[in-house]
Nanobody, 127 residues
Framework: QVQLVESGGGLVQAGGSLRLSCEAS????????MAWFRQAPGKERELVAA????????FYADSVDGRFTVSRDTTKNTVYLQMNSLKPVDTAVYFC????????????????????WGQGTQVTVSS
């Protein structure tokens, strides 16, 4: 089993920044794809960003490309999401997820491809 714990959420004004962290513990051996999803009230959960085991491959949703940056530190079993120029539409619960593959590629968007999920952290952006 792998446990994922997110942190770093909070309340920020539009235009501000936050950095989310997701630390993995437990049976963390093996390469994996790590991703950030978010779910706004009344909406479906959506993929925001993802990063391969090597860190060489990344994905960003069009809505966050150029504003968010995903990174990882495999020595700390931690993945980060740097969020800049935040907008009220970014308000959501943010979840990290782990998939047992170095890079999911075409199946990045499939929630079923991820074996482990964190409990989520709330991000609220005020206008």
């Amino acid at each position: 089993q792998v446990q994922l714990v997110e942190s770093g959420g909070g309340l920020v004004q539009a235009g501000g920044s936050l950095r989310l962290s997701c630390e993995a513990s437990g049976r963390t051996a093996g390469s994996n794809t790590m991703a950030w999803f978010r779910q706004a009230p009344g909406k479906e959960r959506e993929l925001v960003a993802a990063i391969s085991w090597s860190g060489l491959s990344t994905f960003y949703a069009d809505s966050v490309d150029g504003r968010f940056t995903v990174s990882r530190d495999t020595t700390k079993n931690t993945v980060y999401l740097q969020m800049n120029s935040l907008k009220p539409v970014d308000t959501a619960v943010y979840f990290c997820a782990s998939a047992a593959a170095p890079w999911l590629g075409a199946t990045l968007h499939l929630e079923g491809a991820y074996a482990y999920w964190g409990q989520g952290t709330q991000v609220t952006v005020s206008s």
